[in-house]
């Protein structure tokens, strides 16, 4: 295996089976509810997501911090103090300032350790979009690719992981200035579900809509067949918001209708579970455009 290490955020939503089994390392996010701020850990060390949601659901208000410089700088210096090579693959910058923040503490490492490589991508990713952008880089270092060369393999490939969710709460889109407040309430009203993914600028996008649950959760695999490239030989990963039996609905979707074998399924993190809610539902995938 290459000796370089692979840092990401914890909004990648990557649990900690996962993050052991791909060797990689993961720096948490912050998120504050119930007046108290916490640190979204692969292995939930400070919060389980059942009890986050749950405080959700009971009209607790959650708000979420970026990674600053200074984290950045205090996961990587010794990593590279210890004469690793080290290529972070950082949460949207399309929603977050987390990439900036990792762009900025690169630089200033790359002057104070110049015989070290330390690279940054900007996956243009969130949630499990992120996760299999990271999975699918790591499985590329096993191969015996260079630090360099698996880089430009995410950066080739980045807008070929397709997001596509659906939310079960429109207040929380809300909130967030997603969706205008007459919206929420009517289409909470009429059960609209709103689709929605991320776009080639790493922003969340509505793109649709549906008359209930069932027909959204429909909405996500009718959009992943037109654009998927081989989904049978394809890893699918599907994230919730504490709804893991929708989630099996998705995951037999998928296996039903393109022969799917290999299905991974994690909790959307509180990181960006504050901003999409209780029963959000994402199926992310390789296709031939976002």
Not at 148 to 158: I, L, P, S
């Amino acid at each position: 295996m290459s000796d370089f290490v692979i840092l990401t955020d914890s909004s990648a939503d990557l649990g900690e089976d996962m993050v052991r089994q791909l060797d990689i390392q993961v720096l948490p996010l912050s998120f504050t509810i119930g007046q108290q701020t916490y640190h979204n850990h692969p292995d939930n060390r400070e919060m389980d997501p059942h009890a986050f949601y749950e405080m959700l659901r009971r009209g607790e208000v959650a708000t979420t911090s970026a990674v600053n410089v200074a984290q950045y700088t205090d996961a990587l210096e010794p990593l590279l103090q210890g004469g690793q090579d080290v290529l972070v693959l950082a949460f949207s910058s399309g929603l977050s300032t987390t990439y900036n923040s990792s762009r900025i503490a690169v630089s200033e490492l790359q002057e104070k350790y110049p015989e070290r490589k330390i690279y940054t991508v900007d996956t243009l990713c969130a949630s499990l979009g992120q996760g299999l952008l990271v999975y699918l880089a790591a499985r590329e270092r096993e191969k015996g690719r260079s630090i360099e060369e698996v880089r430009d393999w995410a950066e080739e490939n980045k807008l070929h992981l397709c997001h596509q969710f659906t939310v079960d709460d429109l207040h929380f889109l809300k909130r967030g200035g997603r969706i205008s407040a007459t919206t929420a309430v009517v289409g909470s009203m009429l059960q609209i579900k709103p689709v929605l993914h991320v776009d080639n600028e790493g922003h969340l996008i509505n793109i649709g809509k549906a008359r209930g649950r069932q027909s959204s959760l429909k909405a996500l695999v009718d959009k992943m067949e037109k654009t998927a490239i081989d989904p049978a030989h394809q890893v699918v990963f599907i994230s919730h918001g504490d709804c893991l039996e929708d989630a099996r609905t998705v995951e037999q979707m998928v296996k039903d209708r393109f022969g799917v074998k290999e299905v991974y399924i994690n909790y959307v993190g509180p990181v960006i579970g504050a901003h999409s809610g209780p029963g959000t539902l994402a199926l992310f995938y390789v296709g031939s455009e976002r």
